[in-house]
Structure formats: structure tokens, C-alpha cells
């Protein structure tokens, strides 16, 4: 399962919010090495330590920082690539990259719901792999690209998979309180989030109402059938530097107590494939009982980032059920998700 010997990757954008993220994952990971950083033509032909303005703790390496930084535009090299590119730039460099050969495991929304691209939740929905096998033969790739989804989507569906499997969704009312560091660096002036919350994220509410019916999709006949619930979103920016926090309220099928409720999140695993993969957190889920949890500074490094923390799971006199989900934005809402997903590519055979 584990590489003989560490595979080469690159990271696209590798100077933004999440490029750091992915700097950071990769520095010590027993499966990857960083071999090749890519940015704008801001940076290019600069050394990574001069150019990416470092906003995490500690600092990247002295190797990390004296690599140079080469256009993204240079596609190829390695089997391996983790894109943290705008949209905009990733809808033009991913395919080149796929084409050349690499994997590119992608932040970016740019194919998240094109039909032969993987959204991709390891724990979630590791079957939708199969699609890359159609994706490379209508494309005539030899690499391929594979997407995780948005960072409020991931941290709702990780609660929706087990009760949708247990009492089939049929609506879910996601209301977010979003950190800073989700809009990237610079991000929103101080002036607009200090001392204020901002009622909209562009693009935000549609990607939240779309990407949970691909991901919970069935896989038929090499094309993902879509659930048939229906989400409504409505998004905040809040002054907080890391984790969102969705409020969910959802209607069922078969309507369970709150207490069944409970122990379908808290018995969610994931499958044998993706526990022992080296970013796989030890649960999917964690659901605390305090009537004030999860909370963003205190539950968004649950395992190393990678957990998420389900809390206030009660009754909702309006749908069914109601309750408060939160996971780190920046590690399992991005970096840390796009890592899983390539570990569990090299896994299953799709790289290596
Ligand atoms: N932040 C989050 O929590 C989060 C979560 C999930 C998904 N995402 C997605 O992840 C991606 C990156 O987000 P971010 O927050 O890291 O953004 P960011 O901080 O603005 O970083 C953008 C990166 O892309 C590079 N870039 C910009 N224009 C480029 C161009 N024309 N050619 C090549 N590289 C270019 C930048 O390089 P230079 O510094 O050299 O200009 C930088 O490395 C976006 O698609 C975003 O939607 C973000």
C-alpha cells in the first residue's frame, strides 16, 4: 500500500493560504516530497522563502525556502501535483498537467462538478474514483485530475453521509459562520471583518446547495447519479482566523430520535481503505455533549486538523433534526482533504 520509496509532487499557488497548508503537510509526510513550487508571475524565478508571505506558525524549511519558483505553466515532472490555484488559473493549468501526465488533486472549484472528475471525500465517497478510468479515456490523459469540495460543503457532508445512509435526507437548511482564512491572503480588509460579520461569500451558497448531491451521489454505469435531496445555504464571513461552522437543520425519510441520531455519527468509520492512511484522522467524526461545543478555537484542531466535531444535535420544531458541525477550512476543508485524497490515489494504484 505505502510507496517503496517517497514520490515527487508538486504544489500549484503553493505561495496562497493553502499553499502554505500544503507546504506545511508535506514537509515531514512519509509518502511525498516537495520537488516542485509553482506561483504567478509575481514569483517566479524567486526563492519560495521570499516570496510567500508565511502566514502559519513555525516557518517552511530551509530547503522549502530556497526552491525556486517556477510557472505554473511548465506542466509535467512529477506524478503527483496538489493545486491550490484560483479558479480562474486552474481551469487553464490543471488539464495541461493531467495531460503531461500528473494527478492533480485540486482545491480549486474549477471541475469540481464536471461529470467525469471525482469530488472527492475519502471517507465518503472512495467508490467515485472509478471515474478517473473514463475521465482518462475520453480525455486522453495519462494523468488525470481529482477535486475535494468546498470547505463548508466538506464539513456538512462529513455529518450528512451517515444519517443520509441510515434515514435518507430529503432537506437541509446550512446556515455558515466562515473563518478568515477561508477567502485566502490578503483576504477581506480588516475594516469589512473586524467588530462584524459579512452576509455573503461570492459564489459560496451555490457550491454549498450542489456539491453534497455529487458527493453522496451514486456511482452508475461511470457517471455519478445525483442524491435527490435539495440544500438551501446561506453563508456569513465571521472574524475568526480558522474553522467553519455550519448550522444545520435537516428532514428525513424516515425520521430517527435525536439519541439514533447520535450513535449513527459517532459509529460513522471509514472504510478499511482509507483508515490507515497517514493524514486519515483516527474518527471521521467526534460529537461532543456540552450544550456549548464545537466551538472554532477549540475543536478545529481535533487530529491534526483532519476531525470534525458534531455538537447540539436536538430536535428542530421546523425539519427534523438540528445541529452544529465544524471543521478546520484550511487543513480538512483544503490542504489536508487534497492529501488524503492523493494518499488514497497511491493507495488504490490510481499513482505510482
Ligand atoms: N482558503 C481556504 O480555506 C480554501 C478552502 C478550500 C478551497 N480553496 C481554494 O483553494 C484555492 C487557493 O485558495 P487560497 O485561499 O490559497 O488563495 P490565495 O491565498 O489567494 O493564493 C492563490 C495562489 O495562486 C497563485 N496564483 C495566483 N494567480 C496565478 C496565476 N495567474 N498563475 C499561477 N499562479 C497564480 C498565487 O501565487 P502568487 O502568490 O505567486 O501570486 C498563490 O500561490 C482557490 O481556488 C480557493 O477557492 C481555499
Redesign the pocket.
Known sequence: MAPIKKIPVAIL???????QRFVQLLENHPWFEIAIL???E??IGRPYGE?ARWILNDSPSRRVAEMVVQS?SQAGGVPLAFS????E??REAEPAWASAGTVVCS???AYRMDPLVPLLIPEVNPDHIALIETQRNQRGWTGAIVTNP??STITLVMALRPLHDRFGVKQVFATTLQAI??A??PGVASLDILDNVVPYIGGEEEKIESEPLKLLGTLRDGAVDFAPFRVSASVNRVPVLDGHLVSTSVAFERVPAVEEAIVALRDFTAPDSVRGLPSAPERPIVVREEPDRPQPRRDRDLYNGMGTTVGRVRSCPLLDLKFSVLSH??IR??AGGALLNGELLVAEGVIG
Open positions: 499557488g503553493a505561495t496562497g493560504a493553502v499553499g509553482t506561483g504567478s509575481r514569483s516570496v505554473t491550490a490555484l484560483p479558479a488559473q486552474a482545491n480549486a472549484s468546498n470547505c482564512s477561508g485566502g491572503y477550512n484550511t476543508g483544503a
